[in-house]
């Protein structure tokens, strides 16, 4: 039987068409678990909000891995890698000081930008 309906799946239009795509998961590392706060840190973006009086348009989230605590600072989406820096450094540094590990989906935009300060 096991084989009868292999056979009727593997000829099913339908089946094939809604069958799901098999992803391999060993390709992705997990990222290593923080053992104090604020010394490994995740950024992202926020952005296609509605322009405030100041003219600002996006978040940045800033979160701390091994709290989940997060700050969120207001940003324009024009704002560059420099100026991502600097905000960083004025709003949460001086908080708790300066990470081992920045994660971002940006990673390349802002790598020149941290090495500089």
């Known amino acids: 039987m096991k084989r009868d309906v292999k056979h009727f799946v593997d000829r ?8 799901g795509l098999s992803i ?5 590392m997990p990222l290593p678990v923080p053992t ?8 992202d973006f926020v952005l296609g909000l ?3 009086q100041r ?3 996006s978040i940045l989230v800033v979160v701390d891995r091994f709290s989940n605590i997060a700050h969120f600072v207001a940003c324009r989406k024009t704002i560059d890698a420099l100026e991502i820096a600097q905000v960083y450094f004025k709003k949460i540094v001086r908080l ?4 081992k590990g920045v994660i971002s989906n940006h990673e390349k935009f802002l790598s020149h930008s941290w090495r500089h300060l």
């Not at 104090?36 to 995740?42: N, R």
């Not at 708790?96 to 990470?99: E, F, I, K, N, W």
């Open 12 to 19: 099913c239009k339908v089946c094939q068409m809604s069958k």
């Open 24 to 28: 391999n998961a060993s390709h992705y």
């Open 36 to 43: 104090c706060p604020w010394k490994e840190i995740s950024l």
């Open 50 to 52: 509605p322009q405030t």
């Open 55 to 57: 003219r600002f348009d």
């Open 96 to 99: 708790y000081g300066v990470p």
